[in-house]
C-alpha cells in the first residue's frame, strides 16, 4: 500500500498561525507610544487616500462586461444601410387558442347638420375622398414566415439612431462604471479607517495585558537576578560569618591558659566569656535569616567585647547604649560585630594606651541608625592588614536588602577616631 500523504493545514493551524499574527502585531502597537502610534494612523490614513486617488479615479478605466448570451426566445435588431430589420422573439409552446374573429370595419362618420358636401373640382368629376397618411412602407423578407419585418429608412437616419443607441449604452455603462467605483472607493476608505480603529482599540485594551506581562517578565528577571546576587552576597556573608578569626580564638585560649596558672579566678571568667560567645556566634552561624533583630545581635557583641576587654583590660573602654525599646527592631546579621571589629582592630587596639569604644541605636524620620564611634588612631596612621572587603560587603548587603533606604556612613571622629552609621529601614523583626 502507498504511504498516506501528510493532511493538508486543518483550521486549528490556520487559528494558531492567525493567533500568532495577532500576538505579534498587538505586541508591536503595544510597544509604541501613543504619539507614534497617532503619527503613524495619521501617516496610515494619508498614504490611504493617496492609494485611494490612484486606484479608484476613473480615468483610464476599462470595463470588461462578460458577453451574455442571447436567448433564443429574445428579439433581434440588425441596422443596415438599406433600413432596420427586426426579428420577433420566438413564442414559447404554448396550448393553441381559436383565433379571434376579424373586427367589423367601422362605419363612417356621418356629416354634420348643415355642412356642405365637397364639390367636385369640375362639373360630372365625383367627389374627392378624404385623404389618409400612407405609412412607411413595410417589406416582409422573403421566406420570413415567422413574422420578421423590415423598415427601410434613408442612411442618414439608420447612422445617426445607430450612433445615438451606442452613445445611450456606453453611457450607461460608464454610469454604472462609476457607480461600481464609487461603492470600492467606499469600501476601501472603511476598511483602512476600521483597521486603524481596531489598532487603536488593540493598544488601549490588550495594551494594558501586554504591558503587564511585559513587566511581569522584568519583574521575574530582575528577581531572578537579585536573588542569585542575594544567595551570593549570603554566601559571602556566611563565610564571613564562618570567619571566626583563628588568631582571636587562639589568643583567647592562650590567654585562658596562661591564667588558669597565674590567675585561676580571671581564667574561668574569660573562660565563660567565651562560651557565652561562642553560643551567641555559633547559632548566627547555623541560621540563614536575613534579617535578625538588633536585641540578638548586641548580645553577640557584648560577648565579644568582654573577651576583648579580659585581653585588652583596661585599655578597652565600652559604652553600649541601646534603649529597650529598640532591641526588637529589624537588622541584619553580623554587621554590627564587623564594625566593632573594624573600630578595635584599626583603631584602639593598636593604639599603646588604648581608647574607648561607643555604640548607639536610636530612630529618627522612620529609620534606625546604630552608630560605632571610637576614639583611636583614625584613618590611615597604620596600614592595615585585612582583605579590604568587610565595609564593601556591608555596602552590598545593605543595597541588596533595602535598596537606596539601607546606607553605610564613615566619617572622623573629633578629636580622633573614626564614626561609622549604618541606617535601615525601622520596622520590628519578626
Known amino acids: 500500500m502507498e504511504a498516506r500523504r501528510p493532511p493538508e493545514p486543518t483550521i486549528a ?27 503613524f494612523a495619521a501617516l496610515a490614513l494619508i498614504a490611504a487616500s493617496i492609494l485611494q486617488d ?10 470588461v462586461r462578460p458577453e451574455r448570451k442571447r436567448d433564443k426566445h ?12 427586426y426579428s420577433p422573439p420566438k413564442k414559447r409552446s404554448l396550448p393553441a387558442e381559436p383565433p379571434e374573429p376579424p373586427e367589423a370595419p367601422e362605419p363612417p362618420e356621418p356629416p354634420e347638420p348643415g355642412a356642405k358636401p365637397a364639390e367636385p373640382p369640375y362639373p360630372g368629376a365625383k367627389p374627392a375622398e378624404p385623404t389618409v397618411p400612407e405609412p412607411p412602407p413595410v417589406a416582409v423578407l422573403p421566406g420570413a414566415a415567422d413574422g420578421e419585418v423590415r423598415v427601410a429608412l434613408p442612411p442618414q437616419i439608420v447612422e445617426g439612431l445607430s450612433s445615438a443607441i451606442e452613445a445611450a449604452v456606453e453611457n450607461a ?10 461603492q470600492a472607493s467606499t469600501w476601501f476608505k472603511s476598511f ?7 489598532l487603536f482599540a488593540t493598544k488601549a485594551l490588550v495594551g494594558s495585558k501586554k504591558r503587564a506581562e511585559a513587566e511581569t517578565q522584568t519583574a521575574n528577571a530582575a528577581a ?6 542575594r544567595q551570593l552576597s549570603e554566601a559571602r556573608m556566611q563565610m564571613m560569618q564562618a570567619q571566626v578569626e583563628p588568631h582571636f580564638l587562639f589568643n583567647t585560649l592562650a590567654s585562658v591558659e596562661y591564667l588558669i596558672e597565674t590567675d585561676p579566678p580571671r581564667a574561668s571568667a574569660m573562660q565563660r566569656s567565651l562560651i557565652q560567645y561562642l553560643r551567641a556566634v555559633l547559632p548566627q552561624m547555623r541560621d540563614n535569616a536575613v534579617v535578625t533583630n538588633l536585641g540578638r545581635e548586641a548580645d553577640m557583641v557584648k560577648a565579644y567585647l568582654s573577651l576583648l576587654k579580659m585581653r585588652m583590660e583596661e585599655r578597652l573602654r565600652v559604652d553600649m547604649q541601646i ?29 599603646p594606651e588604648g581608647g574607648s569604644l561607643r555604640i548607639v541605636a536610636e530612630v529618627a524620620h522612620n529609620k534606625l541608625r546604630v552608630i560605632v564611634s571610637d576614639d583611636g588612631v583614625g584613618f590611615g596612621v597604620f596600614p592595615s592588614d585585612g582583605t579590604g572587603l568587610g565595609l564593601m560587603t556591608i555596602r552590598e548587603r545593605l543595597k541588596l536588602l533595602h535598596g537606596d533606604a539601607g546606607q553605610l556612613h564613615i566619617a572622623a571622629n573629633v578629636p580622633s577616631g573614626v564614626i561609622a552609621t549604618i541606617e535601615v529601614p525601622y520596622h520590628v523583626s519578626k
Open 13 to 39: 493551524t490556520v487559528l494558531a498561525w492567525l493567533h500568532r499574527a495577532f500576538d505579534g502585531t498587538a505586541t508591536w502597537v503595544t510597544q509604541l507610544s501613543w504619539w507614534k502610534f497617532f503619527l
Open 224 to 229: 531572578e537576578r537579585e536573588s542569585m546576587q
Open 74 to 85: 429574445e428579439g433581434n435588431i440588425i441596422f443596415d444601410d438599406s433600413g432596420i430589420s
Open 192 to 198: 483602512i479607517s476600521l483597521l486603524v480603529l481596531a
Open 323 to 351: 534603649p529597650e525599646g529598640l532591641r526588637s527592631a529589624a537588622f541584619p546579621p553580623m554587621m554590627l560585630q564587623s564594625m566593632v571589629e573594624n573600630a578595635i582592630k584599626h583603631g584602639l587596639e593598636c593604639k
Open 173 to 182: 455603462a460608464e454610469e454604472k462604471v462609476k457607480v461600481y467605483h464609487g
Open 54 to 63: 490612484e486606484l479608484f479615479s476613473g480615468a483610464d478605466v476599462v470595463e
